[in-house]
C-alpha cells in the first residue's frame, strides 16, 4: 500500500524533477516572508546607497555575504582583492552584526545591514544592486578564490561567443585544511532539476535583470538552496558554462550548511523550521 501512495510522487519527480517541486512548494509556503524582505531589501539598498560615496563599478564586482566571521571575512577579502584582474570592486555586506576592521583598498566597499536577515538571498541582492558593473561573482566569507579565479572566469565570459555566465570546478576543503573532493560536472539544465551540482562561490554572471537571488527566508533543512535557485532560473534564457579547473576552496562547513552533491533525491515533502539568526554564508 505504501509504494501505491507513493507512486503519483515517484512519477511527479521523473517528471519534473524533485528540486523543482520542492521549489514549487517552497515559493507557495514561504512567500510571505519574501513579500517582508523584498520590502527591507529595498529600503536598505536606498539607505546604504545614500551613504556610499559613489557606487561601486567596475568590470566585475564581487559580493561578499557575511555575518560573525571577523577572521574568516578578511581571509575572503585579501583572497578576492589578491585577483589578477585589477579592475574589480569587492563589495562586503553584513547580515546585521557590525563588520570588523578590514584592510584598507579604493576597491573595497562595506556595509552593514539594519538587522539580521538570516537570508542570504538578501543579503546577496543588496551588495548586486548597489554595485554598478558588467559581470557579478560572489564569495562567501569563509570560502577562498584561487588568484586567478576572476581571470580564468573573464576569459572564458569575454571570448568571441562566449557564455553569460560561467561557473569553474570547487574543490572542497574539510576544517582541518585536507581537501574532501573537487567538483567538476558540466552544466546541464535537465540534470538540475534532479541534481545540485554547482555553488554560487564558482559562479561569475553577467549582469542582467534576471540575476538575483530567492528571497525565501530558508532554514538549513529547506531544500533546494538558493544557489540552485538563482541559476536554475538564469539558465532559462541565458547561456552557462562549466569550466572544469578548480579555482575555489570551498569549506565543508559543520557550523553551518552545505549542498551534499552527490547525495540521494529526498522521498518525501521539504522539512521546514524556525530560521536561524546565523550566517548568511551557505557554505
Request: charged share 25%; no cysteine; glycine share 6%.
Amino acid at each position: 500500500m505504501r509504494r501505491i501512495a507513493r507512486a503519483p510522487w515517484e512519477l511527479l519527480k521523473r517528471a519534473f524533477g524533485w528540486l523543482v517541486l520542492f521549489e514549487a512548494r517552497n515559493k507557495l509556503l514561504l512567500a510571505p516572508s519574501a513579500l517582508r524582505l523584498r520590502r527591507f531589501e529595498n529600503a536598505e539598498t536606498g539607505r546604504l546607497g545614500s551613504l556610499l560615496e559613489r557606487p561601486p563599478s567596475a568590470l566585475v564586482a564581487t559580493v561578499i555575504a557575511t555575518h560573525r566571521r571577523p577572521e574568516a571575512l578578511r581571509a575572503a577579502v585579501r583572497s578576492a582583492l589578491g585577483q589578477t584582474v585589477a579592475d574589480q570592486v569587492v563589495i562586503v555586506v553584513d547580515d546585521g552584526a557590525g563588520l570588523p576592521e578590514l584592510p584598507p583598498d579604493p576597491r573595497l566597499f562595506a556595509v552593514s545591514l539594519a538587522r539580521n536577515t538570516a537570508t542570504a538571498g538578501v543579503v546577496r541582492n543588496v551588495g548586486i544592486r548597489l554595485s554598478r558593473s558588467r559581470y557579478v561573482a560572489f564569495l562567501d566569507d569563509d570560502n577562498l578564490w584561487e588568484p586567478d579565479h576572476l581571470e580564468q572566469a573573464l576569459t572564458v565570459l569575454e571570448s568571441p561567443g562566449g557564455p553569460d555566465a560561467v561557473y569553474t570546478a570547487l574543490r572542497r576543503m574539510l576544517p582541518d585544511g585536507t581537501q574532501r573532493d573537487v567538483l567538476s560536472v558540466p552544466f546541464d539544465r535537465r540534470r538540475s532539476a534532479h541534481e545540485a551540482f554547482l555553488d554560487t562561490n564558482a559562479f561569475v554572471a553577467r549582469r542582467t535583470p534576471a540575476l538575483y537571488f530567492s528571497r525565501l527566508r530558508r532554514t538549513p533543512e529547506v531544500l533546494p538552496r538558493e544557489d540552485w535557485e538563482l541559476v536554475r532560473r538564469y539558465s532559462r534564457r541565458h547561456e552557462v558554462r562549466h569550466l572544469p579547473r578548480p579555482t575555489v576552496r570551498y569549506l565543508v562547513n559543520p557550523e553551518s550548511f552545505y549542498t551534499a552533491w552527490g547525495g540521494p533525491a529526498p522521498t518525501g515533502p521539504a522539512p521546514t523550521g524556525p530560521a536561524p539568526a546565523g550566517p548568511a554564508s551557505t557554505a
